[in-house]
């Protein structure tokens, strides 16, 4: 998935908070600063300005974490692009936190935020995989594959992605690939043994 493409829907999601939820939570300058900060990053991203970006993400953070509850819609949305540019930033353990805190917060009762969620688990299990975890690279992969599975079906892309990701990390660890009713199945034994 395109980061260009994440940091726009993520920006267009805290655009929409700004204008439906009551302006009265943070100041008027505080809600203008954090939506400049906000759209500056996406900008530096798009020139590949990535520490450029994290600085003012970071900065738009901190604004929204000492204002708002660890639930509120922008402060999630704030964790959301700092996890993917330490990622990008190849920041893998600041990522790592910001992910886990995003998965947290992140609400679930909606179908846009259960997919957020999946985006997350499964960046989160690319980390681990690019750093040899494969446990838990295997965890979060697989928690990410049931959400697609279950919200986009077997033959959405977002699924096919994250099946091939499972399958590229049963290569690495000297397993054999396989298939999404596999995936199933072994998920399913393993919730029974728990």
């Given at each position: 998935?395109?980061?260009?493409?994440?940091?726009?829907r993520?920006?267009?999601?805290?655009?929409?908070?700004?204008?439906?939820?009551?302006?009265?939570?943070?100041?008027a300058?505080?809600l203008?600063?954090v939506?400049?900060?906000?759209?500056?990053?996406?900008?530096?991203?798009?020139?590949?300005h990535i520490?450029?970006?994290?600085m003012a993400?970071e900065?738009?953070?901190?604004?929204?974490?000492?204002?708002?509850?660890?639930?509120?819609?922008?402060?999630?949305?704030?964790?959301?692009?700092l996890?993917e540019?330490?990622?990008?930033?190849?920041?893998?353990d600041?990522a790592e936190e910001?992910?886990?805190?995003?998965?947290q917060f992140?609400?679930?009762d909606?179908?846009?935020?259960?997919?957020d969620?999946?985006?997350a688990?499964?960046n989160?299990?690319?980390i681990?995989?690019?750093?040899?975890?494969?446990?838990?690279?295997?965890?979060y992969?697989?928690?990410?594959?049931?959400?697609y599975?279950?919200?986009?079906?077997?033959?959405h892309?977002?699924?096919?992605?994250?099946?091939?990701?499972?399958?590229?990390?049963?290569?690495?660890?000297?397993?054999?690939?396989i298939?999404?009713?596999?995936?199933e199945?072994?998920?399913?034994?393993?919730?029974?043994?728990?």
């Open positions: 998935m395109s980061g260009q493409w994440l940091f726009h993520s920006f267009t999601v805290l655009s929409l908070v700004f204008i439906i939820l009551r302006p009265s939570v943070l100041s300058a505080d203008q600063e939506y400049v900060l906000s759209e500056s990053a996406v900008a530096l991203v798009q020139r590949r520490q450029e970006a994290v993400a900065h738009a953070y901190a604004i929204c974490k000492a204002e708002l509850s660890p639930e509120h819609p922008w402060r999630i949305t704030c964790l959301q692009m996890a540019l330490y990622r990008y930033d190849e920041r893998y600041k910001f992910y886990k805190q995003f998965i992140q609400n679930s909606l179908p846009s935020g259960l997919l969620k999946a985006l688990l499964n989160l299990a690319t681990y995989h690019e750093q040899q975890q494969f446990d838990k690279a295997q965890f992969y697989n928690q990410a594959f049931c959400i599975q279950e919200m986009l079906g077997s033959s892309q977002y699924t096919k992605n994250c099946l091939e990701n499972i399958n590229m990390l049963n290569i690495a660890m000297g397993s054999e690939t298939d999404a009713d596999e995936i199945r072994r998920i399913i034994i393993t919730g029974r043994n728990q």
